[in-house]
């Protein structure tokens, strides 16, 4: 789209607009707010190798996924899928190059307007979400003949009770942000204007902390979803060797003692 955009002398479209707030905190924003932000291939691979650059990045801590518009993303391009892509071809990094894209480093969801099918899926895809007040959620693909591949019928019922996920996944129906939220499926739920705002103060507080102690607890939460307790235990004695070879195990308590701001290792 840009190559077309500059050989006819206009301005070129990003569809996806990145950048660094700071060193540590990286932001992707959707910017097709004219396709309610819906996904396609152009979308896809640019969010995969911007999440790429973030997790090879020693200084970036965490990101923020957000959109243009008053939709934060429709999910998936059904203008382009009915012009005949082959959904059974898999993208990197799954659905948006994100949903099943491996990282080390968390992500927080601004949403900054309602999500269907794979715009929800992204959030559940997210560590952490910010929602704004009058937006809702939902997977609607049982509404189009299609199903939530995207994660959404993986992730839904290891989030929430079976009855209340299979009513969402069955239905297509919407939930709205208060009602998310009661569910524990976000964060925040603020005025539209304020959504970026409570996303980067969390981002803040992610970046403050040490990197090896938020990426390894990152791991082990998302290892106790799947692993039998004792496993986990085992897991959680051998990392203590991980932490002791840590700087920043030894940064952090000095820091304290010292009365200052840690330096973390950013290699750690």
Same mark, same amino acid.
């Given at each position: ?5 500059? %050989? ?10 990145? &950048? ?7 932001? %992707? ?5 004219? =396709? ?30 957000? #959109?243009?518009?008053?939709?934060? @993303? ?7 899928? &009915? ?20 990282? =080390? ?16 899926? +992204?959030?559940?895809? @997210? ?6 007040? #009058? %937006?809702? =959620? /939902? ?5 189009? #003949? +299609? ?8 992730? +839904? ?49 992610? /970046? ?8 390894? &607890? ?6 106790? +979803? ?19 070879? &840590? ?7 000095? =820091? ?13």
């Amino acid at each position: 789209m840009e190559r077309e955009a500059q %050989a006819k002398g206009q301005a070129p479209q990003f569809v996806l607009l990145t &950048s660094y707030i700071g060193d540590h905190i990286a932001v %992707a924003a959707f910017n097709r707010p004219e =396709a309610r932000n819906a996904v396609n291939a152009e979308v896809a691979a640019e969010l995969h190798a911007f999440v790429l650059a973030v997790e090879a990045n020693p200084k970036a801590r965490v990101g923020i996924l957000t #959109g243009n518009g008053p939709i934060f @993303c429709a999910g998936a391009d059904l203008k382009e899928v &009915s012009q005949g892509r082959d959904i059974r071809l898999p993208r990197l990094g799954g659905f948006a190059g994100f949903a099943n894209n491996p990282r =080390a480093k968390p992500w927080i969801v601004a949403m900054n307007g309602s999500s269907y099918g794979g715009g929800t899926e +992204l959030l559940l895809a @997210c560590e952490l979400a910010v929602m704004a007040e #009058g %937006a809702v =959620a /939902a997977l609607s693909e049982v509404k189009r #003949g +299609l199903v939530p591949l995207g994660g959404g019928a993986i992730r +839904l019922p290891r989030r929430l009770p079976p009855a209340i996920a299979n009513e969402i996944l069955l239905t297509g129906e919407p939930i709205k942000a208060q009602r998310a939220y009661e569910l524990g499926l976000v964060n925040r739920v603020v005025p539209a204007d304020r959504v970026m705002d409570e996303a980067i103060a969390l981002a803040e507080k992610i /970046a403050e902390a040490s990197p090896f102690g938020v990426r390894t &607890s990152l791991r082990l939460a998302r290892q106790t +979803l799947d692993l039998p307790i004792d496993e986990m235990w085992r897991i959680n004695n051998e990392t203590l060797v991980e932490l002791y070879n &840590s700087p920043d195990f030894r940064e952090g308590p000095r =820091a304290f003692v010292e009365k200052r701001k840690p330096v973390w290792h950013e290699d750690s």
